[in-house]
């Protein structure tokens, strides 16, 4: 490959088209013409010499030599943003830009630590990413941020996964519902309820749907929702049962009450993931190393996850 053919526009124009998969897409983001991108992409297959995309089904794909190229953009224009905050933060004051992909259980909480983290670094942006569990994953996958926040993180060698904070989910009801009064409650008593429940794929219903099968039950009937908001409401309303996140239920407004459920509320955590083939940018670790000093201070010091202050380190 002829490296003297590249240049930093050419490597954002493959990256956007191989994200979006669409050259008529990638180009509208990019406020080019459709032949603008899709001359930048010869130039570039030109230059590597071999395909870079194959069409399938209507969609362009990446092919293998495309994967590793779109890795190798990935990583430079990460490490020339990262020279560039470096440049402004030696003429006086951190700053830089960080990308977070979350799933929607965490912006109940990552908020709190953001605002507490701008108060010290003001100049530091931030492109909060929220999303299902599946639409983070492909977010993951395409490495389109820098930092995930997930409840049940994806798996493989690519993948570097740390406990930051406890997320219990707990069964709620109504603050009608015969069960609320209870001291103690056997899951039996109310298996045969109605069960809100998230779509698949979402980390809250796997947990529960392992928890289920773990104990040999089934559920008769259920109802799946694929919205927080939308299940805490239809609780309230009487439509059913759910288990949810603790932090969902606390920062609604809806009337609802928490089960006394033995074996409840089922221990969950959520991680902060990046990628060990990606580099972070500076910014992305000045927040890691300020929640691993300062996340006590920015949520109830009972939810942090034990060794917190060892976080930094295993994202170096």
Known sequence: MNIRHLSFRLLQVYVQVAR?????????ALHLT???VSLQLKKLREAVGEPLFANRDGKMELTH??????RAACDVLVRFDDFNGFLEQARGGSSGHINIGIVTTAKYVLPRILGAFYKLFPHVGVTLNIGNRAHILERFSKQEDDLYVFS???SGNA?????ILKNP???IAPFDHWAVSRES?????????RFLIREPGSATRMMFESWLSSQGIELGDTMQIESNEAIRLSTASGLGLSVISAHTLYEGQEKLAALPVHNF???SHWYLVSRKDRRLPHAAMQLIQFMAEHLQECVEPQWVAPNIANLAENFN
């Not at 979006?20 to 897409?25: F, R, V």
């Not at 993948?159 to 406990?163: I, P």
């Not at 409650?185 to 309820?193: K, Q, S, W």
Request: without cysteine; hydrophobic residues 40%; negative net charge.
């Open 20 to 28: 979006i998969g669409n050259i008529s897409a990638a180009a509208r």
């Open 65 to 70: 030599v495309g994967e590793e190229l779109y």
């Open 34 to 36: 459709q032949p603008t």
């Open 159 to 163: 993948v570097q996964a740390t406990r």
């Open 185 to 193: 409650l056997e899951f039996a008593e109310i298996r045969n309820e």
């Open 265 to 267: 509320p089922l221990e």
């Open 152 to 154: 049940h993180p994806p």
């Open 169 to 171: 989910l707990q069964i």
